[in-house]
């Protein structure tokens, strides 16, 4: 059973427009996620993250929202640039656990 | 800082054959982990540490086991390889139950 699912596999932009990239996740009980960046032949790197009692977290070109009601996040890329290419990972943790459960990816391509 | 490093990089196994991965981590986390990325499947969870000498599995533990006799170090061995376990290895460490930091990762590849 899939606790975290990002659906999209992959995503298209062009440079300067907004990458909004998207996740699901089933188990209640999450109250802290991440999203994780990954380029090839490298392991994924922190990226932002935010906590079960916020709804928006800012990090420069990055925003992450969280809308608890619907067991939804999305991560907001504006501008994009060419090296924002790569495979974006969403994460999840509640408070019993020191583990992350991650969802599959979903690549995105941003095209100059 | 090195932060975390993987030995080794690259292994091609035939079947049946043994061997185990190095995760080191420079950062003196309590926590460490191991997963395996395939194509479609995201990370999965092999096996975590919380501690030195503790060790507990994760989402996917058949046919690995670990170690973590010193609190930088954290061994995942495959006794018996099988084809099925062909896959790209991460480890990770964190302070806490925040973020983690990530390995370069091992490829490994069993014929």
């Known amino acids: 059973d899939q606790q975290v699912k990002q659906n999209s596999p992959s995503l298209s932009v062009q440079e300067g427009r907004i990458s909004i990239l998207n996740c699901d996740y089933t188990?209640?009980?999450?109250?802290?996620f991440l999203w994780y960046k990954k380029y090839p032949a490298e392991g994924p790197t922190f990226l932002i993250s935010?906590?079960?009692?916020?709804d928006k977290n800012e990090d420069g070109r990055f925003t992450v929202f969280l809308n608890k009601s619907a067991k939804h996040l999305s991560l907001h890329i504006v501008p994009s640039q060419p090296g924002d290419s790569a495979v974006y990972f969403c994460?999840?943790?509640?408070?019993?656990?020191?583990?992350?459960?991650f969802g599959t990816g979903t690549r995105l391509l941003v095209s100059p | 800082n090195a932060g975390v490093t993987q030995t080794p990089k690259f292994r091609v196994l035939k079947t049946g054959q043994s061997m185990t991965l190095l995760c080191a981590q420079d950062?003196?986390?309590?926590?460490m982990y191991w997963y395996r990325q395939d194509p479609g499947m995201g990370l999965r969870l092999i096996h975590y540490?919380?501690?030195?000498?503790?060790?507990a599995k994760g989402e996917v533990p058949d046919g690995y086991n670990v170690s973590r006799l010193k609190k930088q170090n954290f061994l995942l061995g495959l006794e018996s390889a099988a084809p099925s376990q062909t896959s790209v290895y991460f480890c990770?460490?964190?302070?806490?139950?925040?973020?983690?930091?990530f390995g370069p990762g091992t490829r490994l590849t069993v014929l």
């Open positions: 990770a460490s964190s302070y806490s139950r925040g973020e983690q930091f």
């Open positions: 540490s919380v501690g030195e000498g503790t060790t």
């Open positions: 950062m003196n986390h309590e926590y």
């Open positions: 935010i906590s079960s009692i916020k």
């Open positions: 994460a999840a943790s509640d408070p019993g656990f020191q583990k992350l459960v």
């Open positions: 188990n209640s009980m999450f109250d802290y």
